[in-house]
């Protein structure tokens, strides 16, 4: 890819980064942490890729370590941060704010 | 499939991220947001078993051991998200960031492996990087994981000369980054991997429990900055966007929650090195404390006309968030006026006791915050301290050496009345003395949460 196109999705993507978080209540911190997190468990994507061009043992079985890693962080991270805002949900009588 | 394709849909799972973000920004959409990541990241996940560069077929080489090793993954993180109670999230959340910076940093050291001598110097540097920050994130979570825990000191941990020993594994981590981007060879990377991993242990060691959730939040936003790179070296766009929205995201994150504690993000980091060395709290330990029994509570729970509760991490470690509410109905049918006073770290984390009290059923429209509350207590009978005692303490007001200084608290001196459930006189989290225990309007009541909250049920039911 040409640097500059990189640079660009980077430049741009820093700004919706801060800008799609800019106002959030308290109560939503730990839950937009934890969807962050499993968000970045998305580096499963690139451990597959180094997997598939591995060469030697070493290289996949450090390979396959990432790959688990990655599915914890992503799996878990997404499951653990919807178990999260099931409390959330609106109850009878009661209005989410 | 073609490699615009591929692209396409690793930009519609881009969006989704971005939209999983936005949705996690409020309430109402949060629940949709995250389902909307999940299904962005199981796209970008499928869509790479179908993709191969020219000159190579289909399917994936080591499928096996790819398939089988998420399998593994999945075994493993399920059940611990399935399983977790919520007053340990905090750590597993943590820990789940931990294994992804990990997982970043082998995804670099691989490639490197792989490129050999045919790795550019920017291809490199980004190597470098991801080495750095993805191994400093691994090692530092699993700190933060540990006193999380409680399985090490809570405490600021200092040792003579600390600060030079950080400083001095920092050059050298610099050092032999600089090396490897010069020799190019397995040796260097690894002793970077080395240094990496002491730094991220030494850059914890010093924070202090109540701080901890604000390094958690930091270390989450340097593991999507490691992905952003890991994109860069593996030519996938999605990486990049993905990983650098989290690195935004997450300082901003950062920023927020250190400013909902009253700190600063240096002071977060640096503090211990520069607080002067707390005031001996030894001598408090002898001064009388004024001790009540479940019934002395329940008399001054019924002549009062408004009560706050205020809950903190030991209401949620004593399963007592459904006593409580039982506590607070009661008293609202004997025509008290309850509120609970919320401060925004109650618990481990920001919103942390949000959650914990949802699971408990309690109504939203009594759960108050900081700035809602504090302005009441004058008029408040009884503040009821449940298990709480750090986002109470006047020291955050008034001793500068304490390392909660300057962290907005809960004003219940102003109200009539204190009643704290405590299990023991220990100090809370922060590990500092609390001088509003000593105060003669204060009441203690001893003993297990939910324990002592049944007694008071109970003793108010028959008033």
């Not at chain 1, 598939?52 to 992503?74: C, F, Q, R, Y």
């Not at chain 2, 995201?249 to 929650?257: K, P, V």
């Not at chain 2, 006791?353 to 309690?362: P, R, Y």
Request: one cysteine or more; charged letters at 15%.
């Amino acid at each position: 890819m040409e640097p500059i196109a990189i640079i660009s999705i980077f430049v741009l993507a820093v700004f919706v980064g801060f800008e799609v978080v800019s106002k959030v209540s308290s109560t939503l911190h730990t839950p937009l942490m934890s969807g962050a997190n499993a968000i970045h468990g998305v580096i499963l994507v690139g451990a597959i890729i180094v997997a598939d061009h591995s060469k030697t043992n070493l290289e996949l079985g450090l390979s396959v370590a990432a790959i688990i890693l990655a599915t914890i962080n992503m799996v878990g991270g997404f499951v653990v941060t919807d178990r999260m805002l099931e409390m959330f949900k609106p109850k009878k009588g009661g209005e989410t704010k | 499939m073609s490699y615009f394709v591929y692209s396409l849909i690793g930009l519609a799972a881009g969006v989704c991220f971005i939209l999983a973000l936005k949705g996690l920004s409020t309430p109402k959409t949060a629940r949709r947001g995250n389902i909307i990541g999940a299904i962005g990241a199981t796209i970008a996940t499928v869509v790479v078993f179908f993709y191969s560069k020219e000159g190579e077929s289909l399917p994936l080489n080591n499928l096996g051991w790819i398939l089988g090793a998420i399998a593994v993954g999945v075994i493993i993180g399920v059940p611990a998200a399935r399983k977790v109670q919520m007053t340990q999230m905090p750590q597993l959340v943590a820990l789940f960031n931990g294994v992804g910076g990990g997982a970043a940093a082998l995804v670099a050291i691989v490639e490197y492996l792989n490129l050999g001598d045919t790795a550019s110097t920017p291809v490199v540097i980004a190597t470098v990087f991801t080495v750095i920050v993805g191994c400093v994130s691994f090692s530092g979570s699993i700190i933060t994981f540990l006193k999380l825990q409680e399985l090490m000191t809570t405490r600021p941990v200092v040792f003579p000369g600390g600060r030079f020993v950080i400083a001095g594994t920092l050059a050298a981590t610099l050092g032999s980054a600089v090396w490897v981007v010069i020799e190019l060879g397995t040796n260097p990377l690894l002793i970077l991997a080395a240094l990496s991993l002491l730094f991220g242990v030494l850059f914890v060691l010093p924070v202090g429990g109540a701080d901890v959730p604000i390094v958690i939040s930091l270390l989450n936003a340097f593991t999507g900055l490691t992905v952003a790179a890991s994109g860069y070296v593996l030519d996938s766009t999605l990486l990049i966007i993905a990983g650098t929205l989290v690195g935004a995201s997450g300082t901003i994150l950062t920023r927020m929650m250190a400013e909902a504690m009253g700190r600063s993000l240096f002071g977060t980091l640096f503090g211990a090195f520069t607080a002067k060395a707390q005031e001996a709290a030894g001598a408090a330990d002898d001064r009388p404390v004024r001790s009540g029994s479940p019934d002395d509570v329940a008399i001054l729970l019924n002549y009062a006309r408004r009560v706050v509760i205020v809950p903190g991490f030991g209401l949620a470690v004593a399963q007592a968030q459904h006593t409580v509410r039982e506590l607070a109905d009661l008293m609202i049918s004997k025509g008290i006026d309850v509120a609970y006073g919320i401060h925004p770290v109650a618990g481990r984390m920001p919103g942390h006791m949000n959650v914990l009290l949802a699971e408990a059923n309690v109504p939203y429209d009594q759960l108050a915050e900081m700035e809602e509350v504090n302005p009441t207590f004058a008029q408040t009978d009884v503040a009821i301290v449940i298990g709480a005692n750090d986002v109470v303490n006047p020291a955050a007001k008034t001793s500068p050496g304490a390392p909660i200084y300057g962290m907005p608290i809960l004003e219940v001196a102003n109200a009539a009345n204190i009643i704290f459930l405590k299990r023991s006189m220990r100090p809370g989290f922060a590990g500092i003395e609390n001088e509003l225990l000593y105060d003669p309007k204060t009441m203690l009541l001893f003993g297990d949460a939910k324990a002592s909250l049944t007694k008071v049920v109970s003793a108010l039911k028959n008033l």
